[in-house]
């Protein structure tokens, strides 16, 4: 199995254990009436983006045809990115979207902003490594 394969199943585990913790959390403050915290959008988005789409980034890596005999998988650089941004951009999802239900903070909507053109740009670098595998024969 694929270096990038296993990082980014093992990487998808940790997310839907966090997601899983947090929607309990969400239940939690449910039943103990605690209305300014709601962490739902954020597991949910953890659920997705964390499990969900890295589970499958890391099962096409695997599975594509193969690009060429000397680069069988692509280009391993456009996935460390795709790692690299679309962790990043989870990570300052996860510190920053509970920020706004506490207090207004301006610098909250910048994070995000970065937060979600990190991940944007992450599957973008997945995209294009893919598409270079799909030849019509």
């Known amino acids: 199995m694929p270096f990038y394969t296993r990082l980014f199943v093992k990487t998808s585990l940790v997310y839907a254990v966090l997601a899983v913790g947090l929607l309990a959390l969400t239940d939690l403050a449910s039943l103990l009436r605690w209305n300014n915290f709601s962490p739902y959008q954020t597991a949910l988005h953890l659920f997705l983006v964390g499990w969900v789409l890295q589970l499958i980034i890391g099962i096409a890596y ?71 595998r799909i030849k019509v024969k």
């Open 62 to 132: 695997w599975m594509f045809p193969k690009y060429t005999r000397e680069r069988p998988r692509g280009y391993d650089s456009l996935m460390a990115l795709s790692y690299g941004a679309l962790n990043l951009g989870l990570v300052l999802r996860l510190a920053v979207e509970p920020v706004p239900t506490f207090w207004v903070a301006p610098w909250a909507r910048t994070v995000f902003a970065i937060s979600s053109v990190a991940q944007w740009l992450g599957l973008l670098a997945f995209v294009v490594n893919m598409s270079l």
